[in-house]
């Protein structure tokens, strides 16, 4: 299958539970390299937390992050429930059985439970080891470009291997993923220059070369459409559209492969919502970048965006390109953020109503619960058999 596109991410099953508060509750998906998702939803139906799962601001309750097959965020809980489940199943069976019984169910627990210890004990080294893997690669890449050219070398070049090689064993997989902030203003640190907003993950990865870093962060600021001027002023001399330029240029600084830019427009005016929009389109195409792209409103992701999300209260509820999200949404609640959408059309306007979403009006779960399922082709809707049954019936 080498001509279908490389998956650079795959979050499967992810929950972060904050206390009583399921955040992100069983949320799965993946992008494609290249590809720009969308993941839509109204406020506080987890689409954050989400995003900083990924980067690993947050030690996930359960579910598996994986970076290009690189396993780089594991919870643990999953594992503690099976545990806990399987010595409750235990004990009712044991109750009523024969000696004999009772010792193969026993061994039967042991077994299991050192199944799942051992799985466990994996997640945890695959998270410790996930950096190391990843700059033992990038190493040995260095390694394989310098060593050939070493016979004669001049000191310049020794120092320039010399220095890629500091950077390679300080290469970290996360500086692979970016995230924009929804806020500007809280995610700017007002004491620090933008110059030194910038550099600070170049810092971090171990460039030391004062002139390398001034370069740039000025090819930075140019690129996203600033001037080199900006460098020695403070954030709040900024207006909203131009932080949030500088928040783009602190991103892409670190060359990432994967940009999660969470909300990048909700604060801006319309005009400069899509210039903001339009410098994340040249980026991707020339930096060959992979986006995930967080809106509450849909109708900001439209075009954007190859595949769209859709979620609510903590679960995905609907998955599909952004084409047949619109040409064929499915799920009640995707209608209702459908049907919010204004459009410039007086006629449309004129009849356009508003559909409310009320989940209990809308579904019976009471016996029959809901999965995530695949209704058409790359077409997922969270349902039950009933509706499955019939959202089919409705896209035949
Ligand atoms: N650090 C935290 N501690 C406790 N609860 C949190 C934390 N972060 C988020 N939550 C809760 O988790 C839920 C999801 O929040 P999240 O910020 O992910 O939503 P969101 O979809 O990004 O919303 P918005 O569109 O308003 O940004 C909310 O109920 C929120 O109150
Ligand atoms: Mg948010």
Redesign the pocket.
């Known amino acids: 299958m080498s001509n279908t596109p490389e998956t650079l991410l795959k979050v499967d099953h992810l929950c972060q539970y904050?206390?009583f508060?399921r955040?992100?509750d069983d949320v799965s998906f993946e992008i494609k390299k290249g590809e720009v998702f969308g993941l839509v939803?109204?406020?506080?139906?987890?689409?954050?937390?989400?995003g900083?799962s990924i980067i690993k601001l947050y030690n996930i309750t359960s579910g598996n992050i994986y970076y290009k097959g690189i396993r780089i965020g594991a919870g643990m809980k999953s594992y503690k429930d099976d545990i806990e489940r399987a010595k409750n199943e235990y004990k009712e069976k044991v109750a009523n059985a024969t000696p004999e019984e009772a010792q193969r169910l026993k061994a039967e627990l042991d077994a299991y439970v050192a199944d799942r210890k051992k799985a466990m004990n994996e997640a945890k080294r695959d998270l410790k080891e996930c950096d190391k893997a990843y700059s033992a690669q990038q190493v040995a890449e260095v390694n394989a470009k310098y060593e050939p050219l070493m016979n004669n070398a001049n000191p310049e070049l020794v120092q320039e291997y010399r220095n890629e090689l500091r950077k390679a064993k300080r290469a970290r997989l996360s500086s692979q993923i970016q995230m924009i902030f929804?806020d500007p203003i809280a995610s700017l640190d007002p004491r620090m220059t933008v110059r030194e907003i910038i550099a600070e993950g170049l810092i971090i990865r171990g460039e030391r070369n004062k002139k390398v870093i001034d370069e740039k962060v000025f090819e930075m600021l140019e690129r996203v459409g600033l001037v080199r001027e900006h460098a020695d002023r403070y954030p709040h001399e900024f207006s909203g559209g131009q932080r949030q330029r500088i928040g783009v240029a602190r991103a892409i600084i670190m060359n990432p492969e994967l940009i999660i830019a969470?909300?990048p427009v909700s604060a801006l005016d319309v005009s400069i919502q899509a210039q903001v929009i339009n410098l994340l389109n040249e980026l991707r195409e020339e930096m060959g970048l992979t986006i995930l792209f967080?809106a509450?409103d849909l109708s900001v992701v439209k075009y954007f965006s190859d595949r769209i999300g859709v979620?609510y209260f903590?679960k995905m509820v609907e998955l599909a390109t952004s084409d047949e999200l619109f040409a064929h949404p499915t799920h009640p609640y995707t209608k209702s953020l459908l049907s919010a959408i204004p459009l410039p059309d007086p006629v449309y306007e004129k009849n356009r109503k508003r559909i409310a979403y009320d989940p209990l009006v809308e579904h019976d779960y009471s016996v029959d619960k809901p999965t995530f399922r695949e209704i058409t082709p790359g077409h997922f809707v969270s349902c039950n058999d009933e509706e499955f049954a019939r959202y089919q019936a409705e896209l035949n």
């Open positions: 904050f206390g508060t955040a992100v939803g109204e406020s506080g139906c987890g689409k954050t937390t989400t900083r929804q969470d909300e967080i509450h979620m903590g």
